[in-house]
Each structure stands twice: as C-alpha cells, then as structure tokens.
C-alpha cells in the first residue's frame, strides 16, 4: 500500500464495524443467507467487536469512494 493510501485511512468506528460485520452474517454477496436472522447477527457482530478491542486489534477504514459515473467524458474538477 503506498504512502498516500495509508495516509487517507482512518480508524473505523465501533458502528461501522458492527454494521459491516452484521451484514456479512447475513448475507453472502447481494444474497440472502436465511441461517442467521437480523438479531443473532447483530449479537454476534457486538461480541466480535468486544473480543477484538480486548484484544488489542485497530481496524482501519479508507475513505469513502466518489458515485460511479456512466458518462463517458471527463469531469471538469477531476483530477
């Protein structure tokens, strides 16, 4: 990973860990999985969480990525 790449992360919040987490639980790609509901999900995501900041982990987040475009041509404020 270059430089500037690490330079843009930052630490992921407890929420978004939560919410990722859940969703991965719940669904394999856009599809899903009936094995385990909205609640055992979260459940699990919160005791994930708990184990990993005991544990010492920091999980880091890049930044958001811009909406897709469709249009061919180039953007005015685009680098």
Same mark, same amino acid.
């Given at each position: 990973?270059?430089d500037?790449k690490k330079a843009? %992360?930052?630490q992921?919040t407890t929420a978004?860990i939560?919410?990722?987490?859940s969703?991965? %639980?719940?669904?394999?790609? +856009?599809k899903?999985? @009936? @094995?385990a509901?909205?609640?055992? =999900?979260h459940?699990?995501?919160? +005791?994930?969480?708990?184990h990993?900041?005991r544990?010492?982990f920091?999980?880091?987040? +890049?930044?958001g +990525?811009? =909406?897709?475009t469709?249009?061919?041509h180039r @953007?005015?404020?685009?680098?």
């Amino acid at each position: 990973m270059s430089d500037d790449k690490k330079a843009a %992360l930052r630490q992921a919040t407890t929420a978004e860990i939560r919410d990722t987490l859940s969703f991965a %639980l719940r669904f394999d790609g +856009r599809k899903r999985v @009936h @094995h385990a509901d909205e609640a055992m =999900a979260h459940i699990t995501a919160e +005791r994930l969480i708990a184990h990993l900041e005991r544990s010492g982990f920091v999980l880091m987040k +890049r930044p958001g +990525r811009g =909406a897709p475009t469709t249009s061919g041509h180039r @953007h005015p404020n685009s680098d």
